[in-house]
């Protein structure tokens, strides 16, 4: 069973950084497609940044490009989100997830939710003005 625990969130100005971390428990292949995704009340869920542990493939919404920077910390089995020059619209709840493993890197592309069976709690990134 694979858990997924985010932590990094919290209160930051306008052009500052946060950097959140997706803890992962359990991926028996020790690669899978990995993604962050988040959300504010009445809209819905964006995915931001997706990428295939183990590989150097990933992805970002035109949204975050140039911004944001995933990354996979293979020691310590941990997502990372980087966050900079961080906007009042990046405010959000952002979720951790991870694909079945039947979703090998050929599947591990924008858009394609569906394929995201395992969540986190979620952790809230507030930016202010």
């Known amino acids: 069973q694979v858990q997924l625990v985010e932590s990094g969130g919290g209160s930051v100005q306008a052009g500052g950084s946060l950097r959140l971390a997706c803890s992962v428990a359990?991926?028996?292949?020790?690669?899978?497609?990995m993604a962050w995704f988040r959300q504010t009340p009445g809209k819905e869920c964006e995915e931001v940044a997706l990428?295939?542990?183990?590989?150097?493939?990933?992805e970002y919404s035109d949204a975050v490009k140039g911004r944001f920077t995933i990354s996979h910390d293979n020691a310590n089995n941990t997502l990372v989100l980087e966050m900079n020059s961080l906007k009042p619209e990046d405010s959000a709840m952002y979720f951790c997830a991870a694909a079945g493993a039947a979703y090998g890197p050929l599947a591990c592309r924008p858009g394609r939710e569906f394929i995201f069976t395992y969540w986190g709690q979620g952790t809230q990134v507030a930016v202010s003005s």
């Open positions: 359990v991926i028996p292949s020790g690669r899978a497609c």
């Open positions: 990428a295939y542990t183990g590989t150097d493939f990933t």
